[in-house]
């Protein structure tokens, strides 16, 4: 113990002594955070829609007052007034306009008549955020509009009620486990991968093999040591997300032991994983060439930013072997759900397997390349 003591200390002075790469580690999923916290998961608002109104009759009144309620209340949209729908389409191709609404000639009519009248409705599908907002709420119009001003004899008042069991979740909040993920890979990758790549590289594990310490407390002080930095990111980032984002649970003990708990097996899990991977590299270009790789790879697929459930089936097959998606759901269960242990006990059996599996895999495979 006192030999991996050694290893574990030289590596964390080696940490400590360098701030720059400290902050570096953290400052990425801290800046994701705020701008995709903020920029993504919002409502649309002001969004700019062309009327072009060829009718000019009572019921295209009363669509354009459904228009003005909505600019007035929840202000999703915003109305201009055009008379050319040739117009109208080209600046909604070109980006000028977010939509187009087309009320034809004769539409009043056509509703008095019941001789179904339509609404024209021009988006640009290319941003399908905006434009299956804008549909919403075109859809909720004319679904107020068809309602009928005489109740039927029989009223067929079915509805839908939707009860929630959480609070409104902003967006922020949604992506705060997958920051604190994407810190302890990002501390893996740069206090632990390339390290240890350098390290080998300079000659320094076969500095300690003329010592007394032997391959296998060499191989266990280097990833105790990852496993504590990994860990020492995760809990900075999860303290400084919660506040960010307004979460009161890190107040909570139990739910602290519960985060602590996923921290450390996480922290098993990407050091084990990232040993397997680094163990046979000697180039040290090899792990920086790999880190967009593996970001891309693993943190995207995991349902940090994105449900699983919208995944193609390959991707899901992805999904079901990534460590960050089971580190990803259990943080998001404690965070945002207050699951307790019952919800998180597969994501730690998982990550804990994981991360014993890859580091006994890995260990024959360093003895050999010493």
């Not at 804008?134 to 509805?159: F, G, T, W, Y």
Request: a neutral charge; charged letters at 15%; glycine letters at 8%.
């Amino acid at each position: 113990m006192n030999r991996m003591s050694a290893i574990i200390e030289r590596e964390m002075r080696k940490f400590f002594r360098s701030p720059v790469l400290m902050i570096m580690s953290m400052m990425l999923p801290l800046v994701q955070l705020v701008i995709l916290g903020n920029a993504f998961g919002g409502k649309i608002v002001n969004a700019r829609v062309a009327v072009v109104d060829y009718d000019h009759g009572p019921e295209a009144v009363r669509v354009r007052e459904e228009f003005a309620a909505i600019a007035a209340n929840i202000r999703t949209f915003r109305t201009i007034d055009y008379s050319n729908e040739v117009q109208a389409r080209e600046d909604v191709r070109t980006g000028k306009i977010d939509a187009a609404v087309i009320i034809p000639a004769q539409f009043s009519r056509r509703v008095y008549a019941q001789d179904a009248p339509r609404i024209g409705l021009v988006v640009d599908n290319t941003d399908q955020f905006t434009s299956g907002s804008l549909e919403v709420e075109m859809q909720s119009i004319v679904d107020a509009l068809n309602a009928p001003v005489v109740a039927p004899r029989i009223v067929k008042n079915i509805s839908l009620e939707t009860v929630e069991l959480y609070p409104y979740v902003a967006y922020m909040k949604f992506l705060l486990a997958g920051s604190i993920s994407l810190a302890m890979y990002i501390s893996v990758m740069i206090g632990g991968g390339m390290l240890y790549i350098d390290d080998k590289a300079r000659g320094v594990h076969e500095g300690y093999l003329v010592t007394p310490i032997t391959k296998l407390e060499l191989v266990f002080g280097m990833n105790i040591a990852g496993a504590i930095k990994a860990t020492l990111a995760g809990i900075s980032i999860t303290v400084i997300g919660s506040l960010m984002a307004g979460l009161g649970v890190i107040f909570h003990p139990v739910a602290d032991l519960e985060l602590l708990a996923m921290i450390l097996v996480t922290a098993i899990a990407f050091n084990g994983m990232m040993f397997l991977l680094m163990v046979r590299v000697d180039d040290p270009l090899v792990p920086r060439a790999m880190f967009g790789v593996l970001n891309t790879l693993l943190f995207f697929p995991s349902g940090a930013i994105y449900p699983i459930a919208a995944f193609p089936p390959w991707l899901r097959a992805i999904a079901i072997v990534d460590p960050f998606t089971y580190c990803v759901h259990g943080f998001k269960a404690i965070l945002l759900k207050d699951g307790g242990f019952a919800a998180i006990h597969y994501d730690l059996l998982f990550l804990f397997v994981f991360g014993v599996g890859t580091l006994l895999i890995a260990t024959p495979l360093f003895k050999r390349t010493l």
